[in-house]
């Protein structure tokens, strides 16, 4: 089964990353995650009924959102700085409040970059930030 596959090989990609991460990304509980979805995928025959394509599409969005976001920014991972700083969709967290938070927030950044000296522009970045900071915080 291809589908069979193309799943195991990213969740053995996936899980080395995240073993190296140990602990603060709950490696044992998520590899339980991927083996226990794995097994699903073993009983699938052609044709694949409706019933299972929802529920593995549920599954999957499920994980992504709800497991792997638990192990961003803990891996060994540089992201590019977007050159000019400006927000786009690749730093998008999905929560409205927060991601029109980072679009201000990138503006600022770069309003202070363009303008070091601008003791208001240096007040608003921190402004800014302080009060995104509270808000995602109070979020956990």
């Not at 996936?14 to 979805?37: L, T, V, Y």
């Not at 700085?81 to 679009?103: G, R």
């Amino acid at each position: 089964n291809k589908n069979r596959d193309v799943y195991r090989d990213h969740f053995d990609y996936e899980e080395k990353q995240f073993m190296a991460c140990g602990e603060p990304c709950d490696a044992d509980a998520h590899k339980k995650k991927h083996d226990i979805f794995f097994k699903t995928l073993t009983w699938v025959t052609n044709p694949v009924s409706q019933e299972y394509v929802a529920f593995a599409k549920n599954w999957l969005a499920q994980h992504i959102k709800n497991t792997d976001f638990k192990y961003k920014y803990k891996l060994a991972t540089q992201h590019k700085t977007p050159e000019p700083y400006i927000w786009n969709t690749e730093f998008e967290v999905s929560y409205k409040q927060l991601d029109d938070e980072h679009v201000g927030l990138f503006k600022i950044m770069l309003d202070v970059e363009h303008h070091p000296s601008d003791q208001g522009k240096v007040d608003k970045l921190q402004e800014l930030m302080r009060d995104h900071f509270y808000y995602e915080e109070g979020q956990f």
